[in-house]
């Protein structure tokens, strides 16, 4: 079989599985649906969170293998925190005017970045074996934090104007993806408070799907 079979891959494909089947409970539309909707979106955060360190910590591993991760890690964040959103998007009433442009924009300004990202690693890694400190542009992944959070927020928010206020997030999200901008990279500290929230999110997303 083609391809590179080995550990350092196997959160970034659990990452696409989990945003795939997101993408599926999407389309059945019911409220429980679109819990299930938005923790796969979580679990994608997570499993994208931990995938770079699980591939460094092969130490044997090829110039092919490192281009290899770089691009299939890209192409899952695409499908996970792009295409995903943008169908989550679509549920809430965004099939025309405004809703079609936040779609497309979420998922455009999403492959730019990915894949002015990708160039800019591959150039990063020729030069140097030090690991990335900061980011130009808001990480894609940031939308696995963002929108579970807005959802979770939706009682508090008039229902009419939900859907609004999600579509605002995502043009929001588009426009800092693409934006030429600093961002530090996760740090330790970061990592325990991004879980800490996720376990908040996960218990109330629970809560509100009973």
Avoid at 92 to 108: C, D, E, P, T
Wanted: some cysteine; hydrophobic content about 50%; glycine content about 8%.
């Amino acid at each position: 079989m083609i391809g590179f079979w080995n550990y350092t891959v196997i959160l970034t494909y659990l990452s696409l599985c989990s945003a795939v089947f997101g993408i599926l409970q999407v389309f059945e539309g019911s409220e429980k649906n679109m819990t299930i909707a938005f923790l796969c979106l979580l679990i994608s955060g997570i499993c994208d969170l931990f995938d770079g360190k699980v591939a460094r910590h092969k130490k044997d591993r090829t110039d092919q293998e490192k281009l290899f991760g770089i691009q299939i890690d890209s192409l899952a964040d695409l499908v996970c925190f792009g295409v995903l959103p943008a169908v989550i998007g679509y549920h809430y009433g965004f099939n025309h005017g405004l809703g079609v442009v936040s779609a497309l924009l979420i998922v455009l300004c999403g492959l730019i970045r990915l894949g002015y990202f990708n160039v800019m690693e591959e150039e990063r890694q020729r030069t140097s074996a030090e690991n990335r400190k900061e980011y130009q542009g808001m990480p894609i992944t940031t939308t696995a934090i963002v929108f579970p959070l807005i959802f979770m927020g939706r009682h508090n928010i008039p229902k009419a104007a939900f859907p609004y206020v999600f579509q605002i997030f995502m043009i929001l999200m588009a426009v800092l993806f693409v934006l030429n901008i600093k961002v530090k990279k996760f740090s330790a500290k970061s990592i325990i408070i991004f879980f800490t929230i996720t376990a908040i999110i996960i218990f109330g997303l629970v809560k509100f799907s009973k």
